[in-house]
């Protein structure tokens, strides 16, 4: 039964689920995006090596100390240089994103969501239902082209302070879905069964009966003494 089935099942008979560990994994999509990223980052790293040597080319015509800059080996050297460097970093790069990728896991637990990260140093944090403020859905210009989203979680601490997400369930497809899933669990475990006060007819009967006993005992003292006013007039 998927997420969404479960949902539309929850919503018409009106009742919450039972609080159950769920497992969430990000997409490969997600490992696309680093991926894409990384290539922008390339890209704009040589396009600025590029613009620095037209730059200094530029200069020597005006000053003769850059005239070397003018020179296509020394131009052609930078350039190689550049690229060799990014050959060795790239790879390297490429592995350590698809390492932090593959052992990120997510769990929502009956009362809390742990977010669990890293390679070398794996940090697991827990965000219990009881801290949590808000819960939103986020979707960025790379998340629209790979058709995943991220759900930020608020909690009380130091982000919800300063308005910034304590964690993030990133690469999920069905970012929408889970959400609503986490808010369920949520609902379920802040409810709690309206208690009405309670009526003063529901006391017992022999507490009720005493007190109309003393009151009775009271109105027939009064009497008296009425009665004994008047007949010693």
């Not at 969430?24 to 590029?50: E, H, Q, V």
């Not at 613009?51 to 296509?72: G, S, Y």
């Not at 300063?162 to 409810?191: C, D, M, N, W």
Request: glycine share 6%; charged share 20%; aromatic share 12%.
């Amino acid at each position: 039964m998927t997420i969404q089935t479960q949902i539309t099942l929850i919503k018409g008979d009106g009742t919450y689920p039972p609080p159950k560990t769920r497992r969430i994994y990000p997409t490969n999509s997600l490992l696309w995006k680093y991926y894409l990223k990384s290539f922008i980052i390339w890209s704009a790293a040589m396009g600025a090596i590029i613009l620095i040597i037209m730059f200094f080319n530029f200069v020597a015509d005006f000053d003769n100390e850059f005239v070397f800059f003018r020179d296509p080996e020394f131009q052609l050297l930078i350039l190689t240089v550049a690229f060799v460097c990014s050959l060795i970093v790239m790879p390297v790069v490429l592995v350590l994103l698809t390492l932090y990728v593959r052992n990120m896991e997510f769990i929502v637990h009956g009362d809390e969501v742990i977010v669990k990260k890293g390679i070398i140093n794996k940090t697991v944090k827990y965000c219990p239902f009881r801290t949590i403020t808000n819960i939103s859905t986020h979707v960025g210009v790379f998340d629209r082209l790979f058709k995943i989203g991220c759900i930020n979680i608020q909690t009380a601490g130091s982000g919800g302070m300063t308005g910034a997400p304590e964690e993030k369930l990133e690469g999920l497809k069905v970012y929408s879905e889970i959400r609503e899933y986490i808010v369920l669990q949520l609902r379920y475990f802040t409810h709690t069964p309206t208690v009405l006060p309670k009526h003063d007819l529901d006391e017992p009967k022999g507490l009720f009966q005493k007190n109309i006993l003393t009151e009775l005992k009271e109105i027939k003292k009064e009497f008296t003494k009425i009665k004994r006013s008047d007949i010693n007039e």
